[in-house]
């Protein structure tokens, strides 16, 4: 098993309020990609949202391989807007990629 960080973009299409962020963050903090060398490295923000509602989730995953980390990255970020109350078509979201690997896990 190797841990990843893997970025997913996305696009806020109504504004997050400063709680729904919060609450996004809390739901995500169980990945946060500080765990690893490559973000405490690279100080890596968990989630970033830019003044257009463009965002991109930083999360770190564990996989066999750099695809079903991808996936796992992504059914995490899915599932944590579901609960932060973004329907799929209000928070989508881009293609995963892999941003580094932790070779030191």
Same mark, same amino acid.
């Given at each position: ?11 806020? @299409?109504?504004?997050?309020? $400063? *709680?729904? !962020?919060? =609450?996004?963050?809390?739901?995500? +903090?169980? #990945? ?26 930083? @999360?770190?995953?564990?996989? $066999? *391989?750099? !695809?079903? =980390?991808?996936?796992?990255?992504? +059914?995490? #970020? ?28």
């Amino acid at each position: 098993m190797t841990t990843y960080v893997i970025t997913i973009p996305g696009t806020f @299409l109504r504004d997050p309020s $400063d *709680d729904v !962020r919060s =609450a996004l963050v809390r739901l995500l +903090r169980p #990945a946060d990609p500080h765990h690893t060398s490559l973000g405490q490295q690279e100080d890596l923000d968990l989630l970033t949202v830019n003044d257009d509602n463009t965002f991109s989730i930083r @999360l770190e995953v564990t996989a $066999d *391989d750099s !695809r079903n =980390a991808e996936e796992d990255a992504k +059914r995490t #970020a899915a599932s944590a807007l579901r609960e932060a109350g973004f329907a799929p078509d209000e928070a989508p979201l881009g293609p995963a990629t892999v941003t580094g690997i932790d070779n030191q896990a």
